[in-house]
């Protein structure tokens, strides 16, 4: 089953399902172009890992990691499905990046690799769009990664993905990115141990697991779709 969370056009904030027939709540269904749909969470942080396929780490020039390469982006990065995201003024070389989202379902802190998925909420999709001027020149990433709406979230929140799914990112209806998550370095459970090894992990908080090769750059009026199988299609144009 697919969550969604929406407002419908009174204004109203909804959490509903999103079928073949459009998006339900209560007895009324809503045509998802007539209504503004919203990230499936609301996290107090996203955690996200760096390098977590071979070939990414290839292109960036960059080590294969020994353990996951951690870093956080703040609530403030949140959009949603179908939302403008405005590029930083100045900045070239801003980068798109799609990544299986996890949601994590309860607050929780050092969980096993065994007893990771008793603490997933479901899965959507995630693109981690970086700021590559800044970021190849900081440490902390701030600049690089934290900025407004520079995670776009969504569409739905899914309780299940295939355990190897296809990802793939287009923009302007060609593809930049398409891989599978059977690539992984880390598996999820991996990932989960270790971020709750360090820190407490809140209801509804965010884990992006990293991107495939292809990432490029973004341009002023890309329209950019990420589909992840058993997910969807998260959609969202740029400007800057």
């Excluded at 969370?5 to 007895?27: H, K, L, M, V, Y």
């Excluded at 609301?42 to 020994?66: F, Q, T, W």
């Excluded at 390469?69 to 609530?75: C, G, N, R, T, Y």
């Excluded at 495939?212 to 199988?229: F, K, R, S, Y």
């Amino acid at each position: 089953m697919a969550r969604v969370r929406f407002r419908d056009p009174a204004g109203t904030i909804r959490s509903g399902t999103w079928n073949d027939d459009g998006i339900e709540f209560g007895e009324e269904t809503y045509d998802p172009e007539e209504v503004d749909v919203l990230s499936p969470t609301e996290p107090s942080k996203i955690v996200c890992v760096g390098l977590n396929y071979e070939r990414h780490a290839e292109e960036e020039g960059m080590d294969i990691p020994d353990r996951p390469l951690l870093f956080l982006k703040p609530p403030n990065a949140v959009s949603g499905h179908g939302d403008t995201i405005t590029l930083p003024e100045g900045k070239e070389d801003v980068e798109h990046e799609v990544e299986l989202a996890v949601v994590i379902g309860e607050q929780c802190r050092n969980v096993s690799a065994d007893d990771a998925e008793d603490v997933i909420a479901g899965y959507t999709i995630a693109n981690d769009v970086s700021n590559r001027d800044d970021q190849h020149i900081e440490q902390n990433w701030i600049r690089g990664k934290a900025f407004d709406n520079s995670c776009p979230l969504g569409p739905v929140l899914a309780e299940d993905v295939p355990e190897h799914a296809d990802v793939e990112l287009r923009v302007n209806g060609e593809v930049r990115q398409s891989s599978n998550t059977e690539e992984f370095i880390f598996s999820v459970p991996e990932i989960i141990e270790e971020i709750t090894e360090y820190m407490t992990l809140e209801e509804g908080d965010v884990i992006i697991t990293g991107t495939p090769a292809g990432v490029d750059d973004l341009e002023d009026g890309d329209h950019v779709e990420i589909e992840i199988e058993g997910i969807g299609t998260l959609e969202h144009d740029v400007e800057r």
